[in-house]
């Protein structure tokens, strides 16, 4: 894709604001299902001390539909335990008990114009560290 990137603003998302925006849409798509988040919380000091990033990028027309979907997956990740520090014991993963503390949600807006057809389209980069606990 041709054109020049403007960066138009970068948020920062609560991670305990990000938490409870996510469990409402899990709850909301599973039917009003009482879904269990007790294996993640939020601690604004994971901002500085992490194990890792997760990240997740996407292109669209500015539609808030997809940025929400893209929160979502993000977070589908730790509401599933999708994440360990030894990625080789994923298959055990059920056998652990396996705790996220999340940092704040940082969203990167850009614009890149086509010089085409003058249409802008939207990229946001997600990054949202964490910290993965694991006991046996």
Do not use: W
């Amino acid at each position: 894709m041709s054109g020049t990137e403007i960066i138009k603003n970068i948020e920062i998302i609560k991670g305990d604001q990000y938490l409870e925006t996510m469990q409402n849409i899990f709850i909301k798509n599973t039917g009003g299902l009482d879904v269990n988040f007790s294996h993640i919380s939020y601690d604004e000091n994971v901002n500085n001390e992490y194990d890792e990033k997760l990240s997740s990028t996407i292109a669209h027309d500015g539609t808030l539909l997809f940025t929400v979907e893209s929160m979502y997956e993000m977070f589908s990740v730790l509401a599933n335990c999708d994440i360990t520090l030894n990625p080789n014991n994923l298959t055990e993963k059920n056998n652990r008990d396996i705790k996220y503390i999340i940092g704040d949600l940082t969203i990167k807006n850009s614009e890149i114009y086509n010089g085409q057809k003058g249409f802008p389209v939207f990229n946001q980069y997600f990054e949202l560290p964490i910290r993965v606990i694991e006991e046996e």
